[in-house]
């Protein structure tokens, strides 16, 4: 049984590779690509990635999982050789449902309609796009039967990127959250407004990336095993636990874009370096999930990158980089300027109190495609009409709604709810750890992050893909993903803030 | 057979992805890997080069192969598919000869090896090398065995860089060229020397960079596909007929290394954009020899980036990059400074006059150690023997001597003769050039490289590998690959500089 696993591993060892090579195809063709280099790099990733399917789904695997699994059971359950069968288990048995000609199908169709987006939202014509969003919308529902029978068709979606995580698990949490935050939301609109104007003036690119390295360095980056480059989309991948790279975009009149992203990428970083070392080449390697990922970038941006005690320490030296910009904006006015609440259109650069209505809107329109009710042609309108609700604003084109996205024309149904599930997390987190270190928010203060890096890598980072999110989560915080945590932090952190 | 010959088509478009790939993976651990990304970089090039050591080498390749060679006969035996075929069997026959086995195993020993040269280079000492040197020999030896029987034993390896050359033909061209260069040495030294001190300044880096842009836009490199980045040591590579890729490396303090390697790479670059894009994902892609390469690199960094026309237009805007170094030097002291010629130790840092015996001397040692006259620990001896006989110098120690270059170290006996056929070639070629383009030299000297890289191009670069080197080469100029040209052409240049 011990050659048969070792025969498994070297297996799928191989498929690793194979899958580390892709990330690395897709990282050089938005970082390096001259761009005549595009239909060569289609080719090579559809024979990578066609090569990784095969490699993940050939009889031997099939063959040596079956024996694993019945040998799996005299195993310490939480050992990693039992965990290690379970996970490549549940890989393979996704795989081989969806057939390798409607995998090829859809990466063509989806990359096609990457181009139709484009030219759709430059031109702000949803109608560009409609015809396409259709053919993929038909694709995902015919996805999900691949894995019928399910509770709910959206279910097989939600799985891929939050392994066991159910479609009603999510609906209830959001719903106990979105009301909260619309009324959350409402107290601050009608409370008296901060100012943020001084993010908005010109900022040198090459001081941002300067001061945005020493951040990132001070969380505890390892440049030995990672390295930094601009890109249009900001994004962390890694083609080892040993080379975790991220990017960050820079505008050259707004601070704000450059600064929160590279430590939000830092904190999806800091995750995949932190993976246990015995986990490379494994499908234990990388994170748990999109949620758990979110939850540590967030932390990292957001928990700690927006805090008082963040600032108190690093604000001092941004002013030297910027005297200029900033000698004449105390540290309250920064403090306040950089979480300014505005119910706005794009998700992206949504604040804290806004960024998971934006999430809520797009899993319900995605639910309600995928139930059938709704057709992608009444999109539009039904965006419109829950941002207003939600949010309060109209989006005055498509451009700016229901075309802001990129995800749907990649094909990526499933996804959107990770964001908002991440930013619950991250506070379930923090609440532990403040209990945990009591002087965490002191060393904060001084710039320190050792013992916080420590405590996420040791509950979190260190074990890759082994546990499932929720098992995870409860794990670590003594419960499931839930939203109370996540609004104690908002109401504290905004009745502050906004003096309610 | 046409569906049979586009069913091979397509196996080799995928083995071609998969070298691609690979040449992606070597050029981001060059450019951009982090240290510790190494071990990783390891495995997943171990598994792609496999993996294209498997598609090859696939029975439905030789099968294939076996009915279209009947087929052929009845094609013109000058047309693409014919060709194709021809090319395609070459290499599936010389990739089943050698067991995979041993691929992985040679692959495994030049890895460590590489480590071991870079240890015993830095603390100047053959004997850590010598064990690792003596492996490689030996499996150099295995390897040509693979392709016996053999009119030399060193055929099998020259045959992998030069495809249907002989060592004895080399040899002979080698032998006619020798006593030349060693004479004209002789009569340059004993005339008077010219300057070069001013090449040794402080030379903003970042101007060289854009000096070098310049140049090589100019040239016709083609930036949509293709980008320059830095490296250790300077390279081309491709990933595509559409995104070929060069690298420099900048020395603050001397001008003349990234000035003529920036040339030296775009020369190989436009070989590579050049080739005909019914090439792509086909074994015609890419240069027909490295001899062949090496023509148009030393053709755009020495007979067009060394010649007085080339600086007639360029050596005022130079002298704009940098007035501080160059106002005071005229066109005819940098001329003749940029071509100065002095016997070093340094192959990679060799004039013109000196660089084809360093390569000899190379050649002559690689034979006698493959025909068994030469034993590894008595390589110093023989090296620095050799370096008094031909250039009149001695290395002071083995790191500067026989320890200088790279290439044995990584398995590659039988290479280093093409870096000399190259420069014989291309001043082959420019005899033919000049007859047949009248206005050239009028040309360069406005600047304008148009008619040039035409030239060229139609006759070399558009044919990829379809052609043997040296077919092509008599198909071009009317003779195989001999020294006269490159002995008029250096005995003309240097007679002007240096007045004899």
Known sequence: MKAKLAQLKTLLAEKDDLDKVAALLEWDQQVNMPHDGAEARGNQMG????LAHEKLTSPMVGDLLKELKVHAKSLDPDSDDARFIKV????????????????AEFSKITTLSHGVWTAARAEDNFSIFQPSLEKIVDMVRRYAEFFAPYDHVYDPLLDIYE???????????????????????????????????????????????????????QYGYDWNRGRQDKSAHPFTT????????????????????????TMHEGGHALYEQGVSQIYERTPLGGGA??????????????????????????????????????????????????????????????????????????????????EGNLEVKDLPEAWNSRMED????????????????????????????????G????????????????????????????????WVRTR?????????????????????????????????????????
Chains 1, 2 share one sequence.
């Open 390 to 421: 939600y949010l309060g604003v109209t989006p005055p084109n498509d451009a700016q709604g229901v075309l802001q996205d990129v995800h749907w024309s990649s094909g990526l149904f499933g996804y959107f709810s990770t964001y908002a599930l």
């Open 289 to 370: 999930s999109l949620a758990i990922h979110e939850s540590q970038s967030r932390m990292f941006e957001n928990l700690i990158g927006r805090s008082q005690q963040f600032w108190s320490h690093f604000y001092s030296r941004l002013q030297e980089f910027f005297p200029a910009q900033l000698s004449n904006v105390d540290l309250d006015t920064f403090y306040k300027g950089i979480n300014k609440v505005e119910p706005s259109l794009i998700r992206v650069e949504a604040d804290e109190a806004t960024y998971n209505l934006h999430v809520m809107l797009r899993l319900e329109i995605e639910i309600a495609l995928l």
């Open 423 to 454: 930013n619950l997390v991250s506070a379930q987190l923090w609440e532990v750890m403040e209990k945990d270190m009591p002087a965490m928010l002191e060393q904060m203060s001084r710039g320190e992050f050792g013992e916080i890096l420590d």
């Open 163 to 217: 392994p066991g995580m159910k479609t009603s698990e999510v609906q209830a949490i959001f719903n106990g959250l979105r009301s909260e935050q619309v009324a959350l939301l409402k107290t601050i609109r009608n409370s008296p407004q901060v100012e943020n104007d001084f993010l908005y003036q010109p900022y040198d690119v090459q001081k941002q990336w300067d001061f945005g390295v020493e951040v990132i360095s």
């Open 238 to 261: 890694n083609f080892s636990i040993n080379d975790v790279r991220i990017t960050t975009r820079f505008l050259p009149d707004f601070i704000g874009s450059a600064l929160f992203s």
């Open 47 to 50: 024979t990578i990635q066609r």
């Open 460 to 500: 979190i980072h260190v074990h890759g893909r082994k546990y499932d999110p929720q098992e995870l989560v409860q794990q670590v915080t003594g419960s499931k993903i839930d939203p109370l945590a996540y609004m104690r932090y908002l109401t504290s952190k905004y009745s502050q803030i906004y003096g309610f």
């Open 88 to 103: 490549a288990n549940r890989d393979y048995k996704t795989a081989v449902k969806v057939p390798g000609d409607f995998v």
